[in-house]
């Protein structure tokens, strides 16, 4: 029974468990699986497309669920992530434990009775290596941990395609390499103007181990390869002009930006704009590479 | 008149779990639309051309 004295513990909104899912990271997920199910050389019924879709999307929302029910300590030492549902205090941790366990076993199984096993296993994996691997293994322990972890958000496209084809060849293996060598460069980026917050939350971030010359130097390092994973498929015939140039053009762009962060040197109270702008820009760059492939598959 | 905390804790919960529940039978009669949608598909892809 409730008195005036215990404090109350009301129930979590319907809007907490859907901030658990993290939407805004969802999105880029989403929009990558559809366009490697998009891509791939057979049609799907649309119904089938879009269940495929769902369940990357669900499947994506359970790994941010446990990401967040595992890092709640985290959370709340950093600025950026204080007020979400666990730190601040709106949901117990069981129920953010269970709705990720449940949400992720809902979405492999659908995947796998409506669509086809293979897309199912390759989104089990992928939610098991953003959970186990990188949020729970890597995280707390190394500086490369966004490296090796940056795989998990490279498996929406090779999803997509499994959804479509039921197997995965060259183009979708070159957009999985494309988005894993972008993962570092992207969040290193963010990593050069929260430094701080990551600091103060214990998390080994390579600006704060290694300091900022050499994050600077890696993201430099990390963008050549991303380059040539991003522009690969045209030489090799895996697609068309439009998708061609669209990669050279954005490719050199993001390489400008890179470069320009990879060489600056900043004193006490540095606005961050370059590394800002590259952060920003990542994002559109890898919204528009795979937005040309759709379109070079469709209208080329 | 004397507000009492107690009533206006029980309303807000009810008011979350009734939030809630809404929100799940939307969701539960989305699914059974999705469910039966994929059996058509299903059933149109296993026929013979």
């Known amino acids: ?13 319907w809007r907490d468990f859907l901030a658990l899912t993290k939407p805004r990271v969802m999105t880029l997920v989403v929009f990558t699986g559809l366009c490697g199910l998009l891509a791939a050389p057979r049609r799907v019924d649309p119904v089938i497309g879009f269940t495929a879709i769902l369940c990357i ?18 959370d709340a030492a950093m600025k950026r992530t204080a007020a979400r549902p666990l730190p601040a205090g709106r ?45 729970v293994w890597l995280k707390r322990r190394t500086p490369q941990n966004i490296v090796i972890g940056g ?7 090779l999803i997509g395609w499994a959804a479509a084809t039921g197997d995965v060849a ?24 929260v430094k701080t917050d990551y600091a103060n939350a214990g998390v080994p971030m390579l600006p704060v181990v290694a300091g900022e010359r ?13 380059a040539a994973a991003a522009v690969a498929p045209w030489p090799l015939g895996l697609t068309g002009a439009i998708y061609g140039w669209t990669a050279v053009a954005g490719t050199a762009l993001f ?12 004193g006490d109270g540095d606005a961050m704009k370059p590394e800002k702008r590259l952060f920003s820009y990542s994002i559109l760059y890898l919204f528009i590479l795979f937005g040309a492939l759709v379109a070079d598959r469709w209208y080329a | 008149m004397t507000p009492d905390p107690q009533h206006d804790a029980d ?6 779990q009734r939030s809630r529940a809404r929100v799940t039978a939307l969701i539960l009669g989305a699914l059974v639309v999705l469910f039966f949608l994929i059996t058509l598909a299903r059933i149109r892809a296993g026929m013979p051309k």
């Open chain 1, 1 to 13: 029974m409730i008195t005036v004295d215990t404090p109350v513990r009301l129930p979590a909104e």
């Open chain 1, 57 to 74: 999307a669900l499947g994506a929302g359970a790994a941010g669920a446990l990401n967040q029910w595992y890092e709640a300590d985290i």
């Open chain 1, 91 to 135: 949901m117990e941790r069981p129920a953010a434990l269970q709705f990720g366990i449940g949400v992720a076993a809902f979405s492999v199984i659908l995947m796998g009775l409506a669509v086809n096993a293979m897309a199912a296993a390759i989104l089990l994996v992928s939610i098991l290596f953003y959970v186990l691997i990188y949020t």
């Open chain 1, 151 to 157: 795989a998990a958000g490279a498996f929406p496209p």
């Open chain 1, 170 to 193: 060259l183009l979708p293996l070159l957009l999985f390499a494309l988005v894993f060598l972008w993962t570092p460069p992207h969040f290193w980026a963010l990593a050069l103007f």
């Open chain 1, 214 to 226: 050499v994050t600077r130097q890696q993201i430099g390092l990390y963008t050549l390869p991303m």
């Open chain 1, 255 to 266: 390489a400008a930006m890179a470069a320009q962060v990879a060489t600056r040197r900043t």
């Open chain 2, 11 to 16: 309303e807000l919960i009810r008011a979350r």
